[in-house]
């Protein structure tokens, strides 16, 4: 036996944790794996990166892995094919062309994905989308999750990523963490914040339930779901109103102080404390204890972002930071920990509709000349493109055919399970003419699909990732793909290349390159040096040796704003869209669970992960709340919002208030997308997956109701051409 050792990044969240594999060559068998010292891990990985490559192996437990290219010949409610590639590529690019030639570049939409294929392949979809097809719409998951912290830090500090790094948290004195659950999210970000925490950081944790951090924090503010605002302003009344702001900073480095202060001066802790629930005397420790270090951290992460008011919070959070002088020093700033293992990187790579790689706007003449001299094209198209959250509007809710989407090329994403109100987005995936799906394993979208494009998966790919807090890593490949699949780089340059616009590389090394060297602030960045230092954290302008990259931001509370100033801004607290009322009583908010990942093709295809947690998922509610509907644990229930109705498990726990259930969204029977809401905030367009109006209903048959549910599996499942029944015993 031969074995081979392998280096690489994990591929769930953006911890970007280091992990050694060893692989029997003769075999291309996964052997061992474990983790390696990288930077922001140390030794560390969590079960996922233990026990979340089995996938790789293909044991079909939950679905299968995509093999070769299969496409409906028939139009849109034929079977689908399998097909060669040569047919497959000529069927996409003629259906996109036609699309194009009728109804203009606009009509349609490209996502991308922030998970397995890396900044290579989301650089050259974009590319393609801008160049080939001649539109902006091109967008990605980070719409769904931390936009909101991309364009409420923008507006205020100039940058939308992490100011710190992930190692730097453990040497913060205060930590105010709001809306994040690391310790399911990001287990190995949550060690440093235990390891803060035992180095004598005092701990706030603002969060409805008692996660891990409130377990640990020295004050824990329980608030009310949706309230963020009423307490981030009063926060910074109270830090007024005390004298406690750093007049300094302010004036040094700071502009609108005055209309700031003015909103927030209507937020006395009185006023808050109805709001949100929370004691006055609270807000007000939290307060003078956040203000009173030089070295306060803000952890946020999608209890912030996935409210109608997410935009709003991430400024006032960016003005407490300004407000108190924390920037632009070692472990203080403001970190919306990004959530998969590379949307850091996806955004980076200019998969957004307003922006080209390296953050440089659409709106820009000069980058527009820029990027078009450099991709060969006369002009590139100069609107911001559509947001994906608003496909749908731009499909069933558009009467007028011309300005509707008729074509959506989706790589590397699952809508038709982690998009809001799932109703919607199928009859809106039913709607469009050409649906193209580029996946590694058939998901709930590929069922809609016109044209499926196997992909190879992390694992049997090279390229770079960026972890949450810019750090630019390799991923290697451990073993070798089999089956008729094609790295996803190679899928986008041949439909590029058919539709009339030549796209040819000979590595990902060479698509990095190109994409450098158009992006001052990941120009130093080669792969040579990424190889050497093992990681380069953004900015890093020079190829040289001596710019080894930026650990922190705002350095000396210089801002990435035009004129260097940090902008004070923050607006008033409105609820939630949709509130409990008499039909629906409770709020229902959606969360993580540790085990399972996203729209969980790949965990929920690890036999150990799978053995943790199966269908149909569960609800946590109060005990005070099942007793009163006469529940027990384990129990199936039914649980309805405005727009649907699913089944999942009873979990009664103390973790949460009473009033408010929560369900995690990697479930196909519990899928708690048919109940949320498609409200979205007027800026970043981030759905308010954390708050709508639901109820809870006693089954009296369980018998009955677990027969439908191993019935409705099994169904799904073969209708993606699986024999086999998948629930565990
Ligand atoms: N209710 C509710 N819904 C939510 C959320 C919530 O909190 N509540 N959170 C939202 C958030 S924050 C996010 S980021 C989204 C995530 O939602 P998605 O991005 O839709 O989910 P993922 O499971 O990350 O993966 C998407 C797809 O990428 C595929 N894939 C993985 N690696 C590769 C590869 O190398 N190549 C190709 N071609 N495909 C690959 C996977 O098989 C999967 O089908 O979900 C959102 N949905
Ligand atoms: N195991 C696992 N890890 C993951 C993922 C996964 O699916 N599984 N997904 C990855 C992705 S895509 C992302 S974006 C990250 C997200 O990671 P997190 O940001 O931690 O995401 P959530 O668990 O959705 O929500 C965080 C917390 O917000 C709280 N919350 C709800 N409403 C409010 C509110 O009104 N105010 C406040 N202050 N808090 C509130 C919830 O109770 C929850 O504890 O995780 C990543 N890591
Ligand atoms: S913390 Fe994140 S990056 Fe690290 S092993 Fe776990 S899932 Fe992977
Ligand atoms: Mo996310």
Same mark, same amino acid.
């Given at each position: 036996m031969t074995t081979r050792q %392998?280096? %690489? #990044?994990?591929?769930?969240?953006?911890?970007?944790?280091?992990?050694?594999?060893? %692989?029997?060559?003769?075999?291309?068998?996964?052997?061992?794996?474990?983790?390696?010292?990288?930077?922001?891990?140390?030794?560390?990985?969590?079960?996922?990166?233990?026990?979340?490559?089995?996938?790789?192996?293909?044991?079909?437990?939950?679905t299968k892995r995509l093999r070769a290219p299969m496409i409906r010949k028939g139009g849109k409610h034929s079977p689908l094919e399998v097909v060669g590639w040569d047919e497959a590529i000529k069927f996409v690019a003629d259906n996109l062309a036609k699309i194009k030639a009728k109804w203009g570049p606009d009509s349609i939409m490209g996502a991308a994905s922030a998970r397995g294929p890396g900044n290579e392949p989301n650089y050259l979809m974009q590319k393609f989308m801008r160049a080939c097809v001649g539109t902006n719409n091109i967008d990605h998951c980070a719409r769904i999750c931390h936009a909101a912290s991309v364009a409420g830090s923008r507006q205020t500090i100039g940058e939308g990523a992490m100011s710190l790094s992930i190692p730097e948290i453990e040497d913060a004195q205060v930590i105010f963490n709001i809306g994040y659950n690391a310790a399911a999210s990001h287990p190995v970000v949550a060690r440093r914040i235990v390891k803060a925490r035992e180095?004598?950081?005092?701990?706030?944790?603002?969060?409805?339930?008692?996660?891990?951090?409130?377990?640990?924090?020295?004050?824990?503010?329980?608030?009310?779901?949706? #309230?963020?605002?009423?307490?981030?302003?009063g926060l910074a009344y109270v830090i007024i109103d005390e004298g406690l702001e750093d007049k300094a900073f302010i004036e040094a480095h700071t502009k609108d102080y005055e209309a700031f202060k003015e909103i927030v001066l209507s937020y006395p802790p009185e006023k808050v404390s109805e709001i949100t629930g929370l004691r006055p005397d609270d807000i007000r420790l939290a307060a003078r204890r956040y203000a009173g270090s030089r070295s306060s951290v803000i952890l946020w992460g999608m209890g912030v972002t996935q409210f109608s008011q997410g935009v709003e919070v991430v400024k006032s959070l960016c003005s407490l930071a300004m407000l108190t002088g924390n920037f632009g020093r070692p472990s203080t700033g403001t970190g919306p920990v990004r959530g998969q293992n590379n949307v850091q990187g996806t955004c980076d790579m200019g998969v957004l509709p307003d922006v080209f790689p390296g953050y440089q706007s659409v709106a820009d003449p000069e980058m527009r000349a820029k990027f078009a001299k450099a991709w060969g094209v006369k002009a590139l198209p100069t609107e911001p493109g559509l947001q994906l959250t608003r496909v749908p509007e731009k499909v069933v809710h558009e009467k007028d055919p011309a300005k509707r989407i008729h074509a959506y090329y989706i790589f590397g994403e699952d809508p038709a399970q982690s998009d809001p109100d799932l109703a919607e987005l199928r009859e809106t995936l039913e709607a469009i003419d050409f649906v193209v799906v580029q996946d590694v394993f058939f998901n709930k979208t590929a069922l809609y699909a016109d044209a499926i494009l196997p992909a190879t998966s992390w694992g049997e790919h090279e390229g770079v990732y960026t972890s949450s807090d810019r750090g630019f890593q390799r991923i290697r490949k451990v073993v070798e793909p089999f089956g008729d699949i094609k790295d996803d780089w190679e899928i986008i340059c041949l439909i590029s290349t058919?539709?009339?616009?030549?796209?040819?590389?000979?590595? #990902? &090394? $060479?698509?990095?390159? !190109?994409?450098?060297?158009?992006?001052?602030?990941?120009?130093?960045?080669?792969? !040579?040096?990424? &190889?050497?230092?093992?990681?380069?954290q953004w900015p890093c302008f020079d190829k040289g040796p001596a710019d080894k990259g930026t650990m922190y931001l705002h350095k000396g509370g210089q801002f990435a704003t035009p004129d260097g100033r940090g902008i004070f801004k923050t607006s008033h607290y409105h609820p939630p869209t949709e509130v409990e009322n008499n039909e629906f009583p409770l709020t229902l908010c959606t969360v993580? $669970?540790?085990?399972?990942?996203?729209?969980?093709?790949?965990?929920?295809?690890?036999?150990?992960?799978?053995?943790?947690?199966?269908?149909?998922?569960?609800? $946590?509610?109060?005990?005070?709340?099942?007793?009163?509907?006469?529940?027990?644990?384990? !129990?199936?229930?039914?649980?309805t919002s405005k727009r649907g109705?699913?089944? #999942?498990?009873?979990?009664?726990? &103390?973790?949460?208030?009473?009033?408010?259930?929560?369900? %995690?969204?990697?479930?196909?029977?519990?899928?708690?997308?048919?109940?949320?809401?498609?409200s979205l905030d007027p800026t970043s367009r981030t759905p308010e997956y954390k708050y709508c109006a639901a109820k809870v209903e006693k089954i009296e048959d369980q018998a009955s109701a677990e027969k439908e549910v191993r019935r409705v599996y099994t169904d799904i499942r073969s209708s993606m051409g699986i024999a086999q029944e998948g629930l565990s015993a």
């Open positions: %392998t280096q %690489t #990044t994990c591929c769930y969240c953006g911890a970007g944790c280091q992990l050694l594999f060893t %692989t029997d060559i003769e075999a291309n068998k996964i052997l061992d794996v474990h983790p390696v010292k990288g930077r922001t891990n140390d030794d560390k990985a969590c079960l996922k990166g233990w026990f979340g490559w089995d996938f790789l192996n293909d044991p079909q437990i939950l180095k004598g950081a005092f701990i706030i944790c603002a969060d409805p339930r008692i996660t891990e951090t409130a377990r640990i924090s020295q004050l824990h503010l329980p608030l009310k779901g949706g #309230t963020n605002l009423a307490l981030t302003n058919a539709m009339g616009y030549p796209m040819k590389y000979k590595n #990902t &090394e $060479e698509i990095w390159n !190109e994409m450098i060297n158009l992006s001052p602030k990941f120009a130093g960045a080669t792969y !040579e040096k990424i &190889e050497r230092q093992g990681s380069v993580r $669970e540790v085990g399972h990942y996203s729209a969980r093709t790949m965990t929920g295809n690890c036999r150990t992960l799978r053995n943790l947690e199966d269908e149909p998922g569960w609800v $946590e509610m109060s005990p005070r709340d099942c007793q009163a509907l006469g529940l027990s644990a384990n !129990e199936l229930v039914r649980i109705s699913v089944i #999942t498990r009873c979990l009664p726990t &103390e973790r949460v208030r009473p009033g408010a259930v929560y369900m %995690t969204y990697q479930w196909w029977i519990g899928a708690c997308n048919e109940l949320t809401i498609s």
